[in-house]
């Protein structure tokens, strides 16, 4: 399925499943996540609890229900910083799509969705404080994520995302 482009602040949505990316190195304070744990503070304790253990690895989801949402947080940058660098791995982003898609089809144990979900929605992975270029990204979310609604928010007055 084509993605759909929303705009709007996906924090204030009532979607059910929310992706975001996150960086393998332990912070989860910038950017998009800045605000989820604000609102979804699970998905910050899962990250840390994760990281805790040494399992931030790159390209992995870890899964956090909070209240009636799942949050993927997905580890696709090894690196993170505001230095305009390139921070995305999209080989990782790739693997967290495909990661993504198994738990659509098979579901996540202890989560709402033990049976699987048919509708995910993300802001544009990797396009902020990441660096990455959405035409590139917005390309691999399609492909792995091919049978599923695919909503990506943008905030509104952003300039809108090139299409993939």
Same mark, same amino acid.
């Given at each position: 399925?084509?993605?759909?482009?929303?705009?709007?602040?996906?924090?204030?949505?009532?979607?059910?499943?929310?992706?975001?990316?996150?960086?393998?190195?332990?912070?989860?304070?910038?950017?998009?996540?800045?605000?989820?744990?604000?609102?979804?503070?699970?998905?910050?304790?899962?990250?840390?609890?994760?990281? $805790? @253990?040494?399992?931030?690895?790159? =390209?992995? %989801?870890?899964?956090?229900?909070? *209240?009636?949402? !799942?949050? #993927?947080?997905?580890?696709?940058?090894?690196?993170?910083?505001?230095?305009?660098?390139?921070?995305?791995?999209?080989?990782?982003?790739?693997?967290?799509?495909?990661?993504?898609?198994?738990?659509?089809?098979?579901?996540?144990?202890? $989560? @709402?969705?033990?049976?699987?979900? =048919?509708? %995910?929605?993300?802001?544009?992975? *990797?396009?902020? !404080?990441? #660096?990455?270029?959405?035409?590139?990204?917005?390309?691999?979310?399609?492909?792995?994520?091919?049978?599923?609604?695919?909503?990506?928010?943008?905030?509104?007055?952003?300039?809108?995302?090139?299409?993939?």
């Amino acid at each position: 399925m084509p993605i759909t482009y929303v705009e709007g602040n996906l924090l204030e949505s009532d979607e059910d499943v929310i992706l975001h990316g996150c960086n393998a190195r332990g912070a989860f304070g910038a950017g998009f996540a800045g605000g989820l744990k604000k609102v979804h503070p699970a998905a910050q304790r899962a990250y840390s609890e994760a990281h $805790s @253990r040494g399992g931030l690895i790159l =390209g992995s %989801v870890i899964w956090a229900q909070s *209240g009636d949402v !799942l949050v #993927g947080n997905c580890i696709t940058q090894p690196t993170f910083g505001r230095d305009g660098r390139l921070h995305l791995s999209y080989p990782a982003l790739r693997s967290c799509m495909a990661a993504v898609a198994r738990a659509a089809e098979n579901g996540v144990p202890g $989560s @709402r969705f033990p049976e699987g979900f =048919g509708r %995910v929605a993300m802001p544009a992975i *990797g396009t902020g !404080l990441a #660096g990455g270029d959405w035409r590139r990204g917005g390309e691999i979310v399609a492909d792995e994520l091919g049978g599923l609604e695919i909503a990506v928010y943008t905030l509104p007055g952003q300039a809108p995302l090139p299409t993939p």
